[in-house]
């Protein structure tokens, strides 16, 4: 061979060598369909146990105040001085205070002051139920803005709702107003309107 010869790469090669083929495993599918339900379930769980905990969730009713008494035959509670009670949004502040835990019930007297987030009535005595967010309260004054105003009686018959007998009601903000408009019956809608008679 001389030495200035490039070899034949082409006849050291062997010609018979082939790299052997890739056969993937074969599929067990029963262990594809087990993790397949595994997944499903998972899913399932995630997305709709956290519907259930919403929905079967109980807020307590929580009674503050300087004595603080549980009845457990009446199922009540009895409050006095400095009392407040919140459920579910809606404050009450009072000084004297009686409860059923089992109605959602109260009867305040002594400043008694309801609080949620469409505006506050205040007056002497109150009977109000926290469930289905009705209510009376007598010698009331309303805050539910952009309106103000006093009524004898004052009936919270819905959550946007409210009924003021024989008073007045403005939209300044003052303690002696400008003006108000007397009115034997007034339908406050929080944040939206009221309607006279």
């Not at 059923?100 to 400043?111: R, W």
Request: one cysteine or more; hydrophobic letters at 35%; a positive charge.
């Amino acid at each position: 061979m001389d030495k200035f010869q490039i070899p034949n790469l082409k006849s050291q090669i062997n010609s018979k060598f082939q790299f052997p083929k890739f056969h993937p495993p074969k599929a067990d599918w029963s262990l594809v369909i087990v993790y397949w339900l595994l997944f499903g379930y998972w899913c399932l769980v995630i997305g709709v146990c956290p519907l259930f905990a919403q929905e079967n969730k109980i807020e307590p009713i929580i009674v503050n105040g300087d004595i603080v008494e549980y009845v457990t035959e009446k199922n009540e509670f009895i409050a006095s001085g400095n009392v407040s009670v919140d459920y579910k949004g809606t404050k009450l502040t009072c000084q004297k205070l009686t409860l059923n835990t089992q109605t959602k019930d109260a009867f305040a007297e002594g400043d008694a002051r309801i609080d949620d987030q469409r505006g506050v009535i205040e007056g002497s005595k109150l009977i109000y139920n926290f469930q289905t967010k009705t209510g009376t309260i007598i010698d009331s004054e309303f805050r539910a803005n952009p309106y103000f105003g006093v009524a004898e009686k004052t009936e919270k018959v819905s959550e946007a709702e409210f009924i003021a007998t024989r008073g007045y009601y403005t939209t300044c903000s003052l303690d002696n107003p400008h003006y108000r408009i007397k009115s034997r019956k007034m339908k406050v809608f929080p944040g939206d309107k009221i309607q006279t008679r």
